[in-house]
């Protein structure tokens, strides 16, 4: 199978041999209602109200979207409006936590035996990818299996940012999570297949998951080149099944269902315990961290500057939500660990892009791309306003994963180009 | 609270610049350039350092005068200046090299744009002007030197020029494979010498400047038409390696700007350059034929890089309703 283009980065990947330590509770919780791709939720609860570990706080009518549940035991001191960084605003809950660290009486196994059961039980879990992306899960799983038959479960252990380790870290601490969750999601599907995708700089990850296989027909690892961006949706699908996913189709379309590794870890833990996303594991890393970077499992709604203190954080310049080549800026430090957050990177330095220079046509950002687009034309195309170029350039192709950007030796900014384009196109 | 920078992903930047791919073409030059003045004596010194820093100068200039931002630490103009030096014979009098400086830096290139923008490799241009200007001054090649330091040289015929039968069975090549190789020949500057040309194509491999489609499909098509032609291999090697085709191939035709992005488009390109200079050296007035062959080849670039756009991975090709 040939390599789809890609860049190779400096893996950076320092806290890979750092266990996972519980985040103590923080000062305050601060949850926007935006904690997914979808809907945002509408807060079920108000100021002054009680609340208790795993109660849900937060719900929306809208199928695509999951509820909020509290991380801590408190009081609902305050919802006030929030601005995400994505640019929309929402409602936010914050909590102060009494200290009691109450279970709620809603915690309870929830009981999966069809796909009915399974959807809903993931919705209810508010579950959403934890890759990053913050796919609803339930989504993935609502697919119509008569017109659309899915045979394989692809599993995206490929972690191809550089510092983030939390992904690794779940492999050796919760591989066993990982194969229950893998087994109950095939089970319950009716999926054959499974393809555990990792890349090869994580060699114990995959030797421990062959290990873990060993005894199982139906589930393959599959071991990929450490090229960034192997974890892009597209490329695992490709690197595991061969297949290509076309423009405007979903996984589904071509028979696959594609899972993080923790998303399908957390499926088996919540299945088993029936408590729903309140705690995140992250990465907390960055030239700015001068002590204790490392693997924490951290409440959902803890705000950044916890972490920076606890990081001994100095002369912070930048801060990100996610790794260098997707991940978001974080603007206010104020602003709080999210169920989607894999990794708080913050640097000292000033890591924004050299001055942009002309281009000069040497065709790195159309090697690099992964899907073979021509990035430097998209961007004349999106100077010149030129809608039907932009539409044979099949802009809507790219998934920003930031290849064109890194390459580019001009350092000419083509990824936020494809991304202003894409808003011209849909406008 | 820290104050803190925001930008769009990716926030990280590879290393690459387009100072360093201009060093890396620098130093794939100067295996020639070296060999050139150990050919051709002090003159061809004089008129490498000319060039390279009338081409600075003129680049500088220009943009002080226009009011835009210095681009000549970006090292492009060093690049042209050493290949316009290694397009000129080592007799020219003083001015045509900085004329010609003039003509590729001001004319060609700042006038559409700078770096990037310049439809026609500036070089080329400027060798093609000064020829057609000044043919006489142009066209007076001399033997090699017998000292560093000897200022007059002797008129030679160039190997393409010196008379020979295509067929190459009646007459003795008037230069032997090693005189070729090692570049004892007449000729412009940095042509005449095929392993330091060929040592710099490696060089622009290796640190992947360039890929080799460019420089192996124009020498390649070159060879086929002229075994084909001549019906030897002697002499078609001794055409592979004569006059300016290891140079415009590896160093001329494979301009960015100048030549198409795609691999598609560059096959397609070269295979143009390569029936072009087979067709000019054996059926037209000049005997050397590389410099028409790649600037017409340039002016269809555009054209070629509409039609050979890459193919995005996962699209869907729109099946035409049959018009009933």
Avoid at chain 1, 288 to 294: D, E, P, S, T
Avoid at chain 2, 16 to 26: E, G, K, L, Y
Wanted: charged residues 15%; proline residues 6%; glycine residues 8%.
């Amino acid at each position: 199978m040939k390599n789809l283009g890609g860049v190779k980065l400096r893996h950076h990947k320092n806290t890979k041999d750092f266990a996972t330590q519980v985040f103590k509770t923080p000062e305050y919780i601060f949850i926007p209602m935006a904690q997914t791709m979808g809907a945002p939720c509408e807060p079920i609860v108000k100021k002054g109200d009680t609340v208790k570990i795993g109660q849900k706080i937060a719900d929306t009518k809208a199928f695509m979207s999951a509820p909020i549940h509290s991380p801590v035991s408190g009081e609902v001191a305050e919802i006030s409006d929030y601005l995400n960084t994505d640019g929309r605003h929402c409602p936010a809950v914050k909590i102060i936590p009494d200290g009691l660290d109450e279970k709620s009486p809603d915690i309870k196994p929830p009981v999966i035996t069809d796909r009915e059961s399974l959807i809903y039980a993931v919705r209810e879990s508010g579950l959403a990818g934890l890759g990053g992306a913050a796919f609803p899960t339930h989504i993935k799983f609502s697919y119509d299996p008569v017109k659309t038959p899915v045979d394989t479960l692809v599993i995206n252990g490929a972690e191809c940012e550089p510092f983030i380790t939390s992904d690794y870290r779940c492999f050796l601490e919760n591989s066993s999570d990982i194969i229950e969750g893998i087994l109950l999601v095939q089970k319950i599907l009716g999926i054959p297949f499974c393809k555990i995708c990792i890349e090869d700089n994580k060699p114990e990850a995959i030797a421990l998951m062959k290990k873990k296989i060993a005894d199982s027909n139906c589930i393959d690892v599959v071991t990929m080149p450490s090229l960034y961006p192997q974890g892009a949706e597209k490329v695992v699908i490709y690197k595991g099944t061969g297949r290509i996913v076309c423009e405007g189709q979903l996984p589904v379309n071509v028979g696959v269902v594609v899972l993080n590794v923790s998303t399908v870890a957390f499926i088996a833990q919540y299945a088993r315990t029936g408590i729903p996303l309140i705690k995140k594991r992250l990465t907390l890393d960055g030239t700015a961290i001068k002590r204790n970077a490392g693997n924490y499992l951290v409440p959902v709604g803890t705000p950044i500057k916890d972490l920076l203190d606890f990081g001994g954080a100095e002369n912070v310049k930048t801060v990100l939500y996610g790794g260098p080549m997707m991940g978001v800026s974080v603007y206010d430090t104020a602003q709080p660990v999210l169920k989607s957050t894999n990794a708080i990177l913050a640097f000292s330095e000033d890591i924004t892009a050299p001055v942009a220079t002309d281009c000069i046509r040497c065709g790195k950002c159309m090697r690099t791309c992964p899907l073979n687009l021509m990035p430097m034309q998209i961007e004349k195309a999106y100077k010149t306003k030129d809608i039907d170029g932009l539409k044979d350039l099949r802009l809507m192709l790219c998934m920003n994963c930031g290849c064109c950007s890194y390459a580019c030796p001009a350092h000419r900014p083509l990824a936020e180009y494809n991304q202003l384009a894409k808003a011209l196109l849909k406008r | 609270m820290p104050t803190l920078y925001v930008s769009p992903s990716p926030h990280i930047s590879g290393e690459d610049s387009t100072r360093r791919v201009m060093a890396a073409v620098c130093i794939a030059l100067l295996p020639a350039a070296v060999m050139s003045c150990v050919i051709f004596g002090i003159n061809a010194l004089i008129i490498l350092v000319t060039c390279v820093i009338s081409c600075v100068l003129f680049e500088g200039l220009f943009r002080v005068i226009t009011k835009k931002t210095q681009t000549i630490g970006d090292l492009s103009a060093v690049v042209t200046g050493l290949i316009l030096a290694m397009n000129l014979p080592s007799s020219v009098p003083i001015y045509i090299p900085i004329l010609g400086s003039f003509f590729a830096i001001v004319i060609v290139k700042q006038l559409f744009g700078g770096i990037g923008q310049n439809f026609a490799n500036p070089a080329i241009t400027a060798r093609v002007f000064l020829m057609i200007s000044f043919s006489a001054q142009m066209t007076k090649w001399t033997i090699p030197v017998t000292n560093f330091t000897q200022l007059d040289a002797v008129t030679a015929p160039t190997p393409l020029a010196a008379d020979f039968l295509i067929s190459g069975t009646d007459k003795v090549l008037p230069f032997t494979l090693k005189d070729m190789l090692t570049g004892f020949t007449g000729g412009c500057l940095g042509e005449t010498c095929a392993i330091a040309l060929l040592l710099g194509g490696l060089i622009l491999i290796f640190t992947k400047t360039i890929t080799p489609t460019i420089p192996l499909v124009y020498i390649g098509t070159v060879g086929i038409f002229t075994l084909i032609y001549t019906q030897s291999l002697a002499a078609t090697l001794y055409y592979l390696l004569g006059g300016g085709l290891l140079l415009g191939a590896i160093f001329m035709a494979t301009d960015y700007a100048t030549s198409p992005l795609t691999e598609k488009g560059k096959i397609i390109f070269a295979f143009g350059c390569g029936a072009l200079t087979f067709l000019i050296r054996h059926f037209a007035g000049f005997p050397e034929g590389v410099s028409f062959s790649i600037l017409i080849m340039n002016l269809l670039t555009p054209m070629i890089d509409r039609f050979t756009a890459s193919r995005p991975i996962g699209i869907i090709t729109e099946k035409k309703e049959a018009v009933k």
